[in-house]
């Protein structure tokens, strides 16, 4: 799918007032797979963020034109078409800004790329209403109130720590979605996971919801393809520190695929299930493992061609300070034997 989105009147986003953001068009091709199908349906497929409701809204309105034409929400597409579509981007009413202390690695007038600590959870939710990174973001610019999900394209667990990037315009934001969608934004973590790897290697098996528990997921057949790629950094006695790169970006992936190849990562109480204490380790680690509370993974790098000049970029952030201490405690233990 080949996606665009600019000004009407050739001028760049200006995130410093919230009218110029309501005039953003956005123009894409529609794949000849999707020949048959309905407008609505298949706009509403290739617009992430959207409702379909809202999509059809805004063709009933004359918003959305193809091949220089009008069309009606239930009318075929051939497939090849030209689509332009002026959206009506909307504030949410129920997104309050908080003054929450935002951590940001670097911003333009395009991009935020945020260091987000464990604990903070990105997006508001049952249970978690307010006092998220969505809320934060909202402060920090007030104009990101325009964009779905305020101009968050991807998330990290709450539990999960490290580097992600929040777009500031609607241009911005679907060119993100794009890289996402193709591979192409370069994801980097690092982990401490149980049991001893004897190597590297490649994960590719499909995940999608837990047959029974509907706040997990899990390996099936029925679910969507996903890939991780990891390799081995360091071994400890019953541990290891491991470098994962991600290919695809499904919930909860990393944290699924570990554990599906008996490799749980350390502290995960989800997927990980009991904590793996070494025979006879000393002490000091036995209380470390004891009173870790999350799971031990860090988004550590970024990379994405960035969308204002197609420029590669990429940031990297430095492991927290408890999971250093995580890591100093398993290398004492492995030298004491």
Same mark, same amino acid.
């Given at each position: ?7 009407? *009147? ?38 992430? /963020? ?9 063709? =009933?309105?004359?918003?959305?034109? #193809? *091949? ?18 002026? !959206? ?7 997104? =309050? ?21 464990? %604990? ?10 307010? /006092? ?8 920090? *610019? ?5 964009? !779905? ?24 934001? @679907? ?16 982990? #401490?996971?149980? %049991? ?11 995940? /999608? ?13 029925? +679910? =969507?393809?996903?890939? &991780? ?11 290891? @520190? ?13 944290? #699924? ?19 793996? @204490?070494?025979? +006879? $380790?000393?002490? !000091?680690?036995?209380? &470390?493992?004891?009173q870790w509370k999350r799971q031990a993974l860090h ?7 960035? !969308?204002? *000049?197609?420029?590669? $970029? &990429? ?16 290398? =004492? ?5």
């Amino acid at each position: 799918m080949k996606l665009n989105a600019n000004r009407f *009147d050739g001028e760049a986003l200006n995130t410093k007032a919230d009218e110029n953001l309501k005039s953003t068009h956005m123009t894409l091709e529609i794949p000849d797979s999707m020949a048959g199908g309905r407008l609505d349906k298949v706009l509403s497929n290739l617009l992430d /963020g959207y409702s379909r409701s809202q999509i059809q809204q805004w063709i =009933k309105s004359g918003r959305v034109l #193809v *091949d220089n034409e009008f069309m009606r929400n239930r009318d075929k597409v051939a497939g090849g078409e030209h689509v332009v579509i002026e !959206p009506e981007l909307k504030a949410e009413p129920s997104w =309050k800004p908080e003054q929450i202390p935002l951590d940001i690695v670097y911003e333009d007038k395009a991009v935020l790329v945020i260091n987000k600590p464990a %604990g903070l959870v990105v997006h508001p939710g049952a249970g978690n209403s307010d /006092g998220t990174l969505l809320n934060a973001l909202l402060y920090h *610019d007030s104009t990101l109130q325009h964009l !779905p999900r305020a101009g968050i394209v991807h998330r990290l667990d709450k539990d999960t720590s490290g580097i992600m990037v929040v777009a500031r315009t609607e241009v911005a934001r @679907l060119n993100l979605i794009a890289q996402l969608e193709t591979r192409t934004l370069h994801r980097q973590y690092k982990a #401490v996971v149980q %049991g001893l790897l004897v190597a590297g290697g490649s994960i590719d098996e499909p995940i /999608g919801r837990h047959p029974v528990s509907r706040i997990k997921m899990a390996v099936s057949t029925r +679910g =969507k393809t996903a890939i &991780t790629h990891y390799h081995v950094i360091e071994k400890y006695r019953a541990h290891t @520190l491991i470098d994962v790169r991600l290919e695809t970006g499904r919930t909860h992936q990393i944290r #699924v695929h570990m554990a599906h190849i008996q490799h749980p990562i350390v502290g995960d109480r989800v997927y990980g299930g009991r904590m793996n @204490l070494p025979a +006879g $380790c000393s002490d !000091p680690l036995i209380k &470390t493992l004891q009173q870790w509370k999350r799971q031990a993974l860090h988004a550590h790098t970024l990379g994405f061609n960035h !969308p204002d *000049d197609d420029s590669f $970029c &990429t940031w990297s952030v430095e492991i927290p300070h408890d999971m250093q201490e995580l890591i100093l405690a398993l290398k =004492k233990d492995s030298a004491s034997v």
